[in-house]
């Protein structure tokens, strides 16, 4: 487990459920949405979007007899962009 400092972030996004394969994430002291997650019934793909977008930026796909994916539609510079503007 990895030892976190939360007084050290300058971001805090917390969920708007207890449930994280399907809730949105809130920017701290804001009632700003930033990113929807969203998980399909079956519990095989989740996706990850930016509050409004159709296109995810990220999708995290669970296979039984290949490992497990996760795949990035857009560069790591791209999300950090929207993060600080």
């Known amino acids: 487990m990895m030892d976190t400092d939360i007084s050290q972030a300058s971001i805090i996004l917390d969920a708007n459920s207890e449930d994280v394969k399907f809730c949105d994430l809130i920017r701290r002291g804001t009632d700003k949405t930033m990113y929807e997650i969203r998980t399909e019934r079956a519990f095989t793909l989740t996706s990850f979007r930016r509050a409004g977008d159709v296109t995810a930026f990220a999708v995290f796909e669970?296979?039984?007899?290949?490992?497990?994916?996760?795949?990035?539609?857009?560069?790591?510079?791209?999300?950090?962009?929207a993060l600080y503007g």
């Open 62 to 81: 669970r296979r039984d007899l290949l490992p497990d994916t996760i795949t990035f539609t857009e560069s790591y510079d791209s999300v950090l962009q």
